[in-house]
């Protein structure tokens, strides 16, 4: 059965390049086309498509594709890759039927035979030609011609024929019944064959003119065309610009079609340069005189070949402008419908096109992706329109609403030249987006125009991660540029830096605002790198993401910093705030974010931003723990039609939605095949979210739709990082000394996200390597070089001896029987060599003869004995003669030697022939003493300094010749050592020319920090600012290369405590985080010091480390407040270790007993004893109170781990008791309420009740007690005691309901079996509404009332033991409470009411009823789980009536009735109901009326409803 596709609609990756076939369309028109490595199946029709289908499983790309046309089978295809396998599919299930791997080089080309169903036929670059009959499994290897294989095409006539074509422009007929045999050999092209094409149908008559006939005679070299009978007729076409038709049957040529110049190309271009073509032809199966083959530049053409004249072609897409492609095609192939023919067609544009063959007009275009997708961003004026950021240097605007063109794009690329990777639209220009490249680059385009974009001054020195508009800061803030602007343009790019750029302005330099947070907030110390920004919709609050992890939370206009969160402890990759119009207060104030750590944090920001700290405050507690993925988060994005909805993306491949209100996961998306990089959520359909990844394509996809709930347990995430390491990678090659080009492109090629992990992501080819392997083998060991070896080679395993990749010879193990392995052969070559080095060095040396510094003189003295005299005869002469002839000339020529015997200038002339006889044989030191002994030191030094030759000897005697000459000499020869890459000795001859900073420069340029850092201490003042800057310099390489603790000095020996500090703490280890914590203390940075000691201390405390936690916390002075948390844990943890909740593992604990006294009391003293803290110190309590009052914990929810729930039940319970010591009576009644409310909100009802009975151990008569010390009560005083007595009530009434049935005792067991959670419990009805029962199972999944017998209830006591039960029968609670689930209802009812109407809209426009329930009104739908109780019928207008209504009613409750949480009435109610029914008279009258008055009155809600209708039948 043919899968479910997972996503609605998909861009494709772009259909591969410079294949011969590699698109193929089968009769019910499926289009095929491969895209990277896979292949990817649209269904077509003459109006529309449809992604349909991937085909998965080739490793690398294809490189061929073919459907098979033999009637019947038009689902099975098949396809090639440059991994060296063909693959048949099924293309309807999806599956890979069969494959073989016989081709040993690349596969080229690829067909599938028109007349034999399983008869595939493949050719490689080596000229192998492979049969493959997938039926029988069977493959039959031919080798027809020693040549490159560009294409081949199997006969539509003869089965046994195959047509190849080469790159070198032959093309050959073979019969591979004949083994092989060549029929034709068809020679006329000159250049690469690109496409064969066959006549479907053979001919009977080929009308062309006597002209052509000529033409083509020539270029066939035949004597005449005989066109009597039928022919069999193909067609190529060639990069020699031309398009041949060629008569098979007599093995000729019968014409040449030439490729006009279109005027749209213009008349520059030269007809004899063969440029840049791809030719490719396409025989059309219903017009067999007719053929389509594209040109130049992107355009198709028809030809018609009975037409005469010159002009035979017609161009495609004449009608209308911009039809045609703008760059070279690739493929075509067409389909034969009822009605016309169609054509498809892949271009360099990376378009798909779909044209009309009877118009000649294009049907529709779908566009494709070449690289990895970035970013994407919705417009939030023009509805729909999407931006998609993809790594071809492009940006495309989908505008994804349009009906009739469902992928209507277009395309930006000028002026961008690199990777886009951030997106922004103007929130207030509509046709305003910015964008941002891997290269630093940022600038706007003006999408309503063609206009190249305007690009900012200033660029980034690294990849630019994201964009944001938001309100000015200064100085754009002043004078009259902020009434000219409200927004301005953030970026944030990959070396720690947001500028902010005057959009109106982007020729003027962005500014830097970290200058405004130094001067803002008083700062000196070196800001942390950031890695995000996101601002508030509103625009008065920025958050800034660091790559430490840390987020810091900024308010407008003038940057101060109000808080910072320490939550995260790797680089923060997404930051997204929630949007404004919320219907929940709370909910506009969240701020999501995801780091490498593969968690997802939300931050309840609403009490920072209402009430600003004077002071900076750090947040170390999340709203929302989201646990699920298992790889780095890199992107996310709130629901705009939700409160609280949140999408995810990540690196191990999938997309997930959460309900951050709820602490729950909603669905897990699984549709790519790659790691996803960016999502949006759709601002049109709240069902709809778009995703993007590094597998080259943009989804659609819905979340009702998905069939998974969460994230893949690492298994995917594992599959990808094993796929990711098992690319071939280049070798690495010992380092050298990199020059100051290669360390500025060094620093220059940035990744995205700044770490290692993400340079994958950017990284879109990766090389083999082979090369360089071949290479470093032969570096090793000039003896073992890859030619040296025979041709039949056996590699062995990379962990064999020292090569990674060592070829021998498979032939010499077999002749050698006693042969050793590869290792120990290399072993002995190496003790071989030893051992003749050794034997060199003990033979005696012979004393080298010294090179003559004259040698052209010297060698004259070896003349003949007649030849000598001769020369004497001849110095004799002119010495007394004083005559000179031209043929003697002493110094000169033949008597060069002379020169030594006669005056100075005969001697000069000698050294001038002796010094270009040494500049020619580039004997330089010999020419340099020549010229010193002529006293020339000048030409010395000049020839020395051009030729690159200074020595140590020639700057040291340069000072004859004066300082000046001296200096400039030695500036000539530093620049000689760099480029020798003698830094070092460079840089000390700079000091003798007393340049200090420059060579201090020179070394710090080559990133020899330690030697810089050595000459600039020994040179310099301490107080230098070049030696701090040495030591940061030294301190960033350091950690970037993971050096944390040698960066950390460095930062120390600058006096930049805090960043030593911070990059200790990187490492997140306990060692580390504590080292960091006591460095920041003995610096004096005490707010940084004790967040890494509460962090460090929170971690021990999760593993139940109670020693070494207060061991931590104690060497701080100013966090008594946590060591009270911490021990009052630990006592806490000891108390529900008595009660079966809890069992502590750990050994590292107090020796701290529980007794008989009361939880408050026994926790009084331990404080005393250990603490020194008593309720006598006044002044110390009050600031106890403060600094546990700051400290702010989340809302629980169902989620929240139980470790994390009990820290927070301990830092709420030593609340209570400093309250308790400070006789602060009121604080002490909401302290407890809340902390009773936390547990139930957690639903953990055996943990509430066990928390009561330690804080309130006389039930009501505690909370009287300290009521009575109340002088005079408020309102919210009285409010939540009656909040609070009234959950003391509900854990007695379920008491008494389980008392005497053993159930209470069974579900402890079960609890502590850990067989079910304690917040299971709830209400739960039968199928007729009759009964109600416990939702609580055992171990065995039975329920509790099926493990004890029924439930009967003491009659002697139950009436006077049931009267704090009419606590819990609060009439204004209950209408409270019932109101607030009504509006709940009604909300869930007008989203399932839009969602039904966009899915009935949308099945109008696709021409669709709904089947499966015709009788449905329109009005809403009819499934949606909402209140029953809301009167029918339901429309809009009404429901927004009554939510109206509802919420009029709530603002008439009192505020400290709804401030207050309280239990839930209604199921008291019921359970009292329950009770009295069980057991008659068990429950007193008047309080069983009251019951069934209120839920009368208020059990109207879906929840209650079904229930109710059993007590008033």
């Given at each position: 059965m043919k899968l479910t596709k997972m996503h609605e609609r998909l861009l494709p990756p772009s259909p591969n390049w410079y294949c011969s076939r590699c698109c193929d369309v089968n009769p019910k028109g499926l289009l095929g086309f491969g895209g990277k490595n896979s292949v990817y199946l649209l269904s077509v029709t003459a109006t529309s498509l449809v992604v349909s289908g991937e085909l998965k499983g080739h490793t690398e790309r294809v490189s061929g594709f073919a459907f098979c046309h033999y009637p019947g089978q038009d689902d099975i295809c098949a396809s090639c890759s440059d991994d060296g396998t063909v693959k048949i599919w099924d293309s309807y299930k999806q599956i890979k039927l069969k494959e073989h791997k016989n081709h040993q080089s690349t596969i080229t080309a690829l067909h599938w035979s028109p007349l034999v169903k399983d008869l595939v036929v493949s050719g490689d670059e080596k000229g192998i030609v492979i049969c493959y009959w997938y039926n029988r499994n069977d493959t039959q290897c031919f080798f027809p011609e020693p040549r490159n294989i560009f294409c081949l095409s199997c006969s539509p006539h003869n089965e046994n024929h195959i047509a190849v074509g080469y790159k070198d422009g032959m093309i050959v007929i073979i019969d591979i019944s004949k083994k092989s045999e060549v029929i034709h050999r068809l020679r006329g092209h000159d250049d690469e064959i690109h496409s064969l094409a066959w006549c479907h149908q053979p001919l009977e008559e080929f009308y062309v003119r006597h002209d052509e006939v000529l033409e083509s005679e020539v270029a066939s070299g035949g004597n005449g065309v005989d066109l009597a009978g039928k022919e069999c007729y193909l067609a190529s076409g060639s990069k020699d610009q031309t398009v041949r038709v060629w008569s098979t049957t007599r093995g000729k040529g019968v014409m040449t079609l030439k490729l006009p110049f279109l005027k749209r190309r213009g008349a520059s271009v030269d007809p004899s340069v063969k440029e840049r073509l791809w030719l490719t032809v396409h025989w059309c199966k219903g017009r067999s005189t007719q053929i389509v083959s594209s040109c130049f530049g992107g355009e198709l053409i028809l030809w018609d070949l009975t037409k005469s004249g010159k002009q035979k072609w017609t161009l495609f897409g004449s009608s209308v402008d911009g039809q045609n492609h703008t760059r070279i095609a690739f493929n075509l192939c067409s389909i034969l419908t009822e009605d016309r023919e169609l054509i498809f067609s892949t271009s360099m544009d990376r378009d798909v096109k779909c044209w009309d063959l009877s118009t000649l007009d294009c049907c529709w275009t779908v566009p494709s992706l070449g690289g990895f997708v970035y970013c994407l961003n919705f417009s939030p004026l023009d509805t729909g329109s999407l931006a998609v950021g993809v790594g071809d240097n492009m940006i495309r605007t989908w505008n994804t609403l349009t009906i009739q063109n469902r992928y209507d794009t277009k395309i930006f690329w000028q002026g961008i030249k690199s990777k886009v990777t951030a997106l922004a639209w103007h929130p207030l220009k509509e046709n305003w987006l910015a964008f941002g490249t891997d290269d630093g680059k940022v600038g706007i385009f003006d999408t309503y125009s063609n206009r190249p974009p305007q690009i900012s001054a200033s660029y980034h020195r690294k990849t630019v991660y994201t964009l944001a508009w938001g309100p000015p800061v200064p100085p754009l803030s002043f004078g009259g540029e902020r009434e000219k602007q409200s927004l301005t343009l953030y970026s944030c790019a990959g070396e720690g830096t947001i500028f902010q750029h005057n959009a109106w302005k982007l020729t003027e330099e962005a500014t830097d605002i970290d200058k405004v947070i130094r001067e803002t907030n008083g700062i000196k110390h070196k800001l942390q790198a950031h890695s995000d920004l996101n601002w508030k919709p509103d625009g008065k609050i920025l958050a800034v993401g660091n790559e430490d992890g840390s987020i810091e939370i900024f308010q407008a206009l003038d940057l101060k910093l109000l808080c910072s969160i320490q939550q995260h402890h790797k680089i923060i990759n997404a930051l997204c705030w929630h949007h404004d119009h919320a219907s929940q207060e709370d909910a506009s104030y969240l701020l999501a974010s995801g780091s490498n750590n593969a968690i997802i944090y939300v931050h309840n920001l609403k009490n920072l931003i209402v009430t600003p700290p004077d002071t900076p405050i750090t947040m170390m507690e999340p709203y929302r723990t989201l646990i699920g993925h298992t790889a780095k988060i890199t992107g996310l994005s709130w629901s705009p039609h939700h409160d609280g909805r949140l999408v995810s993306v990540c690196y191990d491949g999938t997309a997930q939605v959460w309900d951050v209100m709820k602490d729950e996961p909603l669905c897990n998306y699984r549709g790519h095949k790659g790691r996803l990089l960016c999502v949006q959520w759709s601002p049109v359909d709240p069902d709809v979210i778009w995703t993007g990844g590094d597998d080259f394509t943009v989804q659609e996809w819905r979340v009702s739709k998905q069939e998974h709930l969460k994230p893949p347990k690492g298994k995917k995430g594992i599959e990808l990082e094993k796929k990711r390491t098992s690319q071939a990678k280049p070798k690495a090659r010992k380092k050298k000394k990199t020059s100051v080009k290669e360390c500025d492109k060094q620093e220059g090629s940035d990744v995205v996200n700044g770490d290692v992990e993400s340079c994958s992501t950017r990284t879109e080819d990766i090389a083999s390597g082979a090369d360089e392997d071949e290479e470093e083998a032969e570096k090793k060991d000039p003896h073992l070089t890859v030619d040296s070896f025979p041709t039949q080679t056996k590699v062995l395993p990379k962990d064999i001896g020292y090569h990674r990749d060592v070829q021998v010879?498979?032939?010499?193990?077999?002749?050698?029987?006693?042969?050793?392995?590869?290792?120990?052969?290399?072993?002995?070559?190496?003790?071989?060599?030893?051992?003749?080095?050794?034997?060199?060095?003990?033979?005696?040396?012979?004393?080298?003869?010294?090179?003559?510094?004259?040698?052209?003189?010297?060698?004259?003295?070896?003349?003949?004995?007649?030849?000598?005299?001769?020369?004497?005869?001849?110095?004799?002469?002119?010495?007394?003669?004083?005559?000179?002839?031209?043929?003697?000339?002493?110094?000169?020529?033949?008597?060069?030697?002379?020169?030594?015997?006669?005056?100075?200038?005969?001697?000069?002339?000698?050294?001038?022939?002796?010094?270009?006889?040494?500049?020619?044989?580039?004997?330089?030191?010999?020419?340099?003493?020549?010229?010193?002994?002529?006293?020339?030191?000048?030409?010395?030094?000049?020839?020395?300094?051009?030729?690159?030759?200074?020595?140590?000897?020639?700057?040291?005697?340069?000072?004859?010749a004066g300082y000046q000459v001296w200096a400039r000499t030695v500036e000539a020869f530093v620049k000689q050592l760099c480029f020798q890459e003698q830094f070092v000795k460079a840089a000390s001859y700079l000091l003798s020319v007393h340049k200090v900073y420059e060579a201090i420069d020179l070394l710090k340029s080559q990133q020899l920090y330690r030697e810089a850092i050595a000459l600039a201490k020994s040179r310099l003042p301490s107080e230098d600012p070049a030696l701090k800057d040495l030591y940061i310099s030294w301190a960033l390489v350091l950690e970037r290369d993971g050096h944390y603790a040698a960066a950390a000095k460095c930062y120390l020996a600058s006096d930049s405590t805090y960043e030593a500090v911070k990059v200790i703490a990187k490492k997140s280890d306990a060692m580390s985080l504590r080292t960091a914590a006591e460095i920041a203390r003995v610096v004096g940075e005490s707010d940084l010091s004790h967040t890494l000691s509460l962090r460090i201390a929170k971690e021990m405390l999760l593993d139940e480390d109670w020693l070494g936690a207060q061991d931590v916390l104690r060497a701080q002075g100013n966090l008594l407040g946590h060591q009270l948390i911490f021990a009052t844990n630990e006592l806490f943890y000891i108390f529900l270790e008595t009660t079966k909740l809890v069992k502590r593992s750990s050994t590292s604990a107090y020796s701290w007993t529980v007794g008989h006294d009361p939880f408050i009391e026994t926790v009084i003293k331990l404080w005393e004893t250990e603490f020194n803290v008593s309720s006598k110190d006044c002044d110390k309590m009050h600031l106890l109170y403060q600094q546990l009052k700051s400290v702010e914990n989340p809302p629980a929810s169902v989620n929240v781990p139980f470790k994390q729930l009990l820290f927070h039940l301990s830092h709420d319970i030593t609340v209570i008791i400093v309250s308790f010591l400070r006789s602060s009576w009121s604080e002490m009644i909401s302290d407890i309420l809340g902390v009773v409310n936390r547990c139930s909100e957690a639903g953990n009802y055996c943990l509430m009740r066990e928390v009561c009975k330690l804080l309130l151990p006389k039930g009501i008569d505690s909370i009287l007690s300290i009521k009575d010390m109340l002088d005079s009560p408020d309102v919210d005083t009285l409010a939540a005691s009656h909040s609070l007595e009234a959950f003391v009530a509900y854990i007695q009434l379920y008491e008494m309901w389980w008392k005497g049935s053993g159930t209470e005792l069974q579900f402890e067991m079960d609890v502590q079996r850990g067989s079910i959670d304690a917040g299971e419990i709830e209400l739960v009805y039968d199928e007729s509404g009759d009964h109600i029962i416990e939702n609580s199972t055992n171990g065995n999944g039975t329920t509790s009332d099926e493990c004890s017998p029924k439930k009967e209830l003491c009659h002697s006591k139950q009436e006077s033991s049931l009267s704090f039960c009419r606590n819990l029968l609060s009439e204004t609670h209950a209408a409270l409470q019932t109101t607030q689930h009504l509006i709940k209802e009604i909300q869930e009812k007008l989203s399932s009411m839009v969602h039904f109407h966009m899915r009935a809209a949308e099945s109008k426009k696709n021409g669709e009823l709904c089947r499966e329930n015709p009788e449905t009104d329109l009005t809403g739908p009819t499934e949606a789980p909402v209140a029953q109780s809301i009167e029918e019928p339901e429309s809009l207008p009404s429901l927004i009536a009554l939510l109206s209504e509802y919420n009029k009613t709530l603002t008439h409750i009192p505020d400290h009735i709804k401030r207050n949480s309280f239990p839930d009435v209604l199921e008291c109610c019921l359970i009292l109901l329950y009770m009295e029914r069980s057991v008659p008279s068990s429950v007193p009258e008047d309080l069983a009326e009251q019951a069934r008055s209120l839920i009368r009155k208020y059990g109207t809600t879906v929840t209650y409803k079904k229930a109710c209708r059993s007590f008033f039948n």
């Open positions: 010879t498979a032939a010499s193990e077999k002749n050698k029987p006693g042969v050793k392995s590869w290792s120990a052969k290399c072993d002995s070559v190496k003790e071989e060599k030893k051992r003749e080095k050794q034997a060199e060095m003990q033979m005696p040396v012979k004393k080298k003869k010294a090179r003559s510094i004259l040698p052209l003189s010297t060698c004259m003295d070896h003349k003949s004995k007649e030849e000598q005299l001769q020369d004497c005869l001849t110095l004799a002469t002119v010495q007394h003669s004083g005559e000179l002839s031209s043929q003697c000339i002493p110094g000169s020529g033949a008597h060069i030697h002379l020169g030594l015997f006669e005056k100075r200038d005969a001697l000069y002339k000698m050294f001038d022939e002796e010094g270009r006889s040494h500049i020619e044989g580039g004997h330089f030191d010999s020419l340099f003493y020549l010229l010193l002994w002529k006293g020339d030191l000048a030409g010395a030094l000049q020839i020395a300094t051009e030729k690159g030759e200074l020595t140590d000897h020639l700057v040291a005697i340069s000072s004859m």
